[in-house]
C-alpha cells in the first residue's frame, strides 16, 4: 500500500514538473515571437482572389514571413520534403505543426486561406510545404 502511495505521488511530482515545464517553454515562445516582431516586421496578410495579384506578392510575403518565423523559432527551417502526416510526427513537432498552422490562419485570406482550410488535421508543416 505504501508502495502505491509513493508511486502516486512520484507520478503526480513528476506531472507538475511536465506542467511547469511546459507553462515555462510557452511562455518563452510568446517572448521569442514578439521580439522577433520587433526585429523582423511580422508579414501582413496574404492573399487575395486575383491569382496574378498574388502572384507578383508571394515572393515578398514568403521572404518576409520565412525572416519572421525563422527568427521566432529557427527550427521551423527544417521544412519537410515529402508529406507528412501529422499521427506520424513527434509529439513535439505536432505541436510546431498545429501553431504553423493557427499562424497561417491569421495571416494568409482570400483562396491561400481556403487552401490551408482544406488541411483537416491543423498540419501547419505540411500546408507550408
Given amino acids: 500500500m505504501l508502495q502505491i502511495a509513493a508511486q502516486a505521488a512520484q507520478a503526480a511530482a513528476d506531472a507538475g514538473a511536465s506542467v511547469r515545464e511546459f507553462i515555462a517553454k510557452d511562455l518563452a515562445n510568446?517572448?521569442?515571437?514578439?521580439?522577433?516582431?520587433?526585429?523582423?516586421?511580422?508579414?501582413?496578410?496574404?492573399?487575395?482572389?486575383?491569382h496574378e495579384?498574388?502572384?507578383?506578392?508571394?515572393?515578398?510575403?514568403?521572404?518576409n514571413f520565412k525572416s519572421w518565423l525563422y527568427y521566432a523559432d529557427s527550427s521551423f527551417e527544417k521544412n519537410p520534403k515529402t508529406p507528412t502526416k501529422l499521427s506520424e510526427i513527434e509529439p513535439t513537432g505536432?505541436?510546431?505543426?498545429?501553431?504553423?498552422?493557427?499562424?497561417l490562419t491569421?495571416?494568409?485570406?482570400g483562396k491561400p486561406l481556403r487552401l490551408l482550410r482544406q488541411q483537416s488535421d491543423r498540419n501547419g508543416l505540411e500546408a507550408y510545404r
Avoid: H, N, T
Avoid at 523582423?40 to 496578410?45: A, D, G, L
Avoid at 495579384?53 to 521572404?63: I, M, N, P, S, V
Avoid at 505536432?94 to 499562424?103: E, F, N, R, T
Fill in 30 to 50: 510568446k517572448q521569442r515571437f514578439g521580439e522577433a516582431g520587433k526585429v523582423v516586421k511580422m508579414p501582413k496578410s496574404f492573399g487575395s482572389e486575383d
Fill in 53 to 63: 495579384a498574388g502572384q507578383r506578392c508571394w515572393r515578398d510575403f514568403l521572404l
Fill in 94 to 103: 505536432q505541436a510546431k505543426a498545429i501553431q504553423l498552422y493557427s499562424i
Fill in 106 to 109: 491569421g495571416i494568409l485570406k
